[in-house]
Structures are given as C-alpha cells and as structure tokens.
C-alpha cells in the first residue's frame, strides 16, 4: 500500500543546522558568480561601443579638413574682393561771367536791368504794358542772337506721355501725386527749354564783366 506524505511549503525551519549552512552559502556563491559574470558582460559590452566609435571620429575629423579649408579660401575671397566705393559728388564751381556778361547783353538790348529796378508802383496798367513790350522784345533778340533754344520734349503741351524707367530725372520734373515707380503716365504741363548752342562774344583781357552797364555822363 502506498503511503503519501503531504510537504507543507508555507513552513518555515525552525532550527539551523549544517545542511542549511551548506545551503545558504551555495547561494551566496552562485549569486557572486553571477554578479561577476554581469560585470564582465557589461565592461566587454562598453569595449565593443568604443573600438568603432574611434574611426568614425577619425572619418570625421578627415572629412572636417577640406571644409575648413574651404571656409579659410572663402574668407580670403571676401578680403580680396572689396566692393567698389562709390564715386565722390564733384560739385563744379560755375564762373560768375558768362552770368554778367548774359545781363549786360539783356541790359544793352533790352534795358532789362532798369525795367527791374524801377519803381512801378505810380505807373499804370497801360504804361507797365508798353514798358514790358519793348523788354520783351530786346530780350528776345539777345536771345535769339547768342543762344540756341530748343523744347525739351517734342509733343504737344496737355497731351498724354508715358515716362518709361530710367528716364532723365534732370530733364522732366515730376508734379502732383508721385507714387510707386516708373513707368509713370501723365499729361504734359510744360514742355521745357534746352540751350543747344552758345555763342557769347569773348571777353578781352582786361575787361570787367562786373560792370554790367557803365555809367553815362553828358557833357
């Protein structure tokens, strides 16, 4: 007949005799094994990360050199390369006598000087009126005689023109509502004066274009 023996395993020992010692330190044993084995598992593992690692930085710093070559090249580019500096304004003195010498042409033809000095305050409309016809018409001959004009532009006064870029802003002034850029459309208001040709007498050494008219005594 077969006999059972029931193993209750929530009991705990009571008593520590030499088995349990032989027991207790096979575990110790084999759990420093174990710790030993882990810590050779983990240094070998760190080896393994470090040996490829130190080509890759070798690759690296090799790839590195012709860049930092190439920034060095484009430095030295940009310090040999300056940008052009711009030209300086030359302002040109203008001579005082072509000026006095065109007043004493307007002063011989057309008594210019006198018509703008003159108080006209006690003439009236009809006198100031006979006054300006003849300085105009001495202005117009001292002009006419010494100087060549023509218009600025060729179309008619109150026409549409279109200003395209790059005009010349010397020689058409803009008036009223500027915006943007060209092309600028617009009516033609004025249609300007240009001197083409100058023929002022030469001046003979000596001479003193200050006086515009000289000075007339009677005797």
Not at 84 to 109: I, R, S
Not at 181 to 196: D, E, I, N, R, S
Request: proline share 5%; aromatic share 4%.
């Amino acid at each position: 007949m077969n006999t059972i023996y029931a193993i209750d395993l929530s009991l705990r020992p009571t008593t520590f005799d030499l088995w349990h010692v032989c027991l207790a330190g096979t575990v110790a044993v084999l759990s420093l094994v174990l710790i030993v084995l882990l810590l050779s598992m983990v240094i070998a593992m760190m080896r393994c990360k470090k040996k490829p690692a130190e080509p890759r930085l070798q690759a690296v710093a090799v790839k590195a050199e012709p860049e930092v070559k190439i920034v060095e090249k484009i430095v030295e580019v940009e310090k040999i390369v300056h940008a052009p500096a711009p030209e300086p304004v030359v302002l040109k003195e203008a001579t005082p006598d072509a000026a006095l010498q065109l007043l004493g042409l307007l002063q011989k033809e057309a008594r210019f000087i006198d018509f703008i000095k003159e108080d006209i305050s006690a003439y009236g409309d009809a006198d100031i009126g006979i006054a300006a016809r003849v300085v105009h018409e001495g202005c117009n001959k001292a002009i006419n005689e010494h100087f060549t004009l023509a218009p600025v532009r060729s179309e008619q006064e109150g026409s549409k023109i279109t200003l395209p870029e790059g005009f010349d802003a010397a020689s058409v002034r803009l008036t009223g509502n500027i915006v943007g850029t060209a092309p600028f459309k617009g009516t033609l208001v004025h249609k300007g004066w240009q001197v083409t040709n100058i023929r002022l007498p030469k001046l003979t050494q000596g001479h003193n274009a200050a006086i515009i008219a000289a000075a007339e005594v009677e005797l």
